[in-house]
């Protein structure tokens, strides 16, 4: 993911702090749906989901995290097989137990939201597309406070 590194370092300054992302990245065996996952203050989730769903092709969701539970959206197909988005793929898993408490006390927990976003185009580069539909929509939200 390091070629991506700075469209992921600017939407974490912008205010969405990213988790887990794929790119959509095409080989002979393996087409992946790009996404990205992190977590965003409250206030902030209603303007960016709203948008980003509505001036474009992406998915985007608010996400419960847990350690069990997964999403019925596969992400990679291998040789023809598809791999579903696991909650908990969301997070490095020695570091699960950390990112569902955020790492604060339960009550300012609330001030926060875990969101996943995905391209609905198989392949597709996430520079172009959802990467930077991304940085568009936080810098709307930016603009707008």
């Not at 205010?15 to 902030?44: I, P, W």
């Not at 909650?87 to 955020?102: G, K, W």
Request: aromatic share 10%; hydrophobic share 45%; proline share 5%.
């Amino acid at each position: 993911m390091i070629p991506y590194f700075d469209l992921i370092r600017e939407m974490n300054q912008r205010g969405f702090l990213t988790t887990n992302s794929q790119a959509g990245h095409v080989t002979e065996d393996v087409v992946e749906r790009a996404y990205v996952c992190g977590a965003m203050l409250a206030k902030d989730a209603p303007f960016f989901l709203n948008h980003l769903s509505i001036s474009s092709d992406k998915v985007v969701g608010e996400v419960l995290v847990s350690k069990t539970d997964t999403l019925p959206i596969p992400v990679t197909l291998v040789r023809g097989e598809p791999h579903t988005f696991v909650r908990f793929s969301m997070f490095p898993e020695e570091a699960l137990d950390e990112f569902l408490t955020l790492g604060i006390p339960e009550e300012q927990r609330k001030e926060f939201i875990f969101i996943a976003c995905f391209d609905t185009t198989w392949g597709r580069d996430a520079r172009d597309a959802l990467f930077h539909d991304v940085i568009v929509t936080l810098k709307m939200l930016c603009d707008s406070k």
